[in-house]
T-cell receptor, first 115, second 114 residues
Framework: AQKITQTQPGMFVQEKEAVTLDCTYDTSDPSYGLFWYKQPSSGEMIFLIYQGSYDQQNATEGRYSLNFQKARKSANLVISASQLGDSAMYFCAMRERGTGNQFYFGTGTSLTVIP | DADVTQTPRNRITKTGKRIMLECSQTKGHDRMYWYRQDPGLGLRLIYYSFDVKDINKGEISDGYSVSRQAQAKFSLSLESAIPNQTALYFC?????????????FGPGTRLTVL
């Protein structure tokens, strides 16, 4: 079974609007971390936001927030007030303590911001 | 200066050739990783190392080998390259003691096997 599932291969959003990128995960480990990375067309991987499995509140970093629904095993990324520079691939990832803190990545969502 | 560097950045080689991709880091992290990225498949783990004496296979280690020469250096070798190893390769580091133990990535090496 896939550890991380991203079901949206491509998404479009109007500039200045908010967008939600979906991520579901599969683990039986009580201790895990969830991450989102951005990959612009230049190729580098940029860390955006982190949510720990024991965190009570949803993580926020500037215009990025993580909608963490533990019972549903979902960790959706919300980008508010989209900008043209947000156009990129976005990857959801999980780290499990039980597997020696290995990382598992989803297949990514390509986001295009329309002017 | 970049904290995680990869050489070469681009490489074109022929089927059957041996090739080495190198990764160096100045972050002082113990853990280093090699991933490959293919369109539609995301990042898949090839090998990882939690310290100089610890090497572990990842999801797709067949056809690859690694060497952890020092804490700061982790190289990936393709003993006999084949066309389906054409991909973007990333080195990454992390440290359990730092931040969220997130992964810090190098800029990537684009490898083409003809």
């Amino acid at each position: 079974a896939q550890k991380i599932t991203q079901t949206q291969p491509g998404m479009f959003v109007q500039e200045k609007e908010a967008v939600t990128l979906d991520c579901t995960y599969d683990t039986s480990d009580p201790s895990y971390g969830l991450f989102w990375y951005k990959q612009p067309s230049s190729g580098e991987m940029i860390f955006l936001i982190y949510q720990g499995s024991y965190d009570q509140q949803n993580a926020t970093e500037g215009r990025y927030s993580l909608n963490f629904q533990k019972a549903r095993k979902s960790a959706n990324l919300v980008i508010s007030a989209s900008q043209l520079g947000d156009s990129a691939m976005y990857f959801c990832a999980m780290r499990e303590r039980g597997t020696g803190n290995q990382f598992y990545f989803g297949t990514g969502t390509s986001l295009t911001v329309i002017p | 200066d970049a904290d995680v560097t990869q050489t070469p950045r681009n490489r074109i080689t022929k089927t059957g050739k041996r090739i080495m991709l190198e990764c160096s880091q100045t972050k002082g992290h113990d853990r280093m990783y090699w991933y490959r990225q293919d369109p539609g498949l995301g990042l898949r783990l090839i090998y990882y190392s939690f310290d100089v004496k610890d090497i572990n296979k990842g999801e797709i280690s067949d056809g690859y080998s690694v060497s952890r020469q020092a804490q700061a250096k982790f190289s990936l070798s393709l003993e006999s390259a084949i066309p389906n190893q054409t991909a973007l390769y990333f080195c990454a580091t992390s440290d359990l003691r730092a931040g969220y133990n997130e992964q810090f990535f190098g800029p990537g090496t684009r490898l083409t096997v003809l």
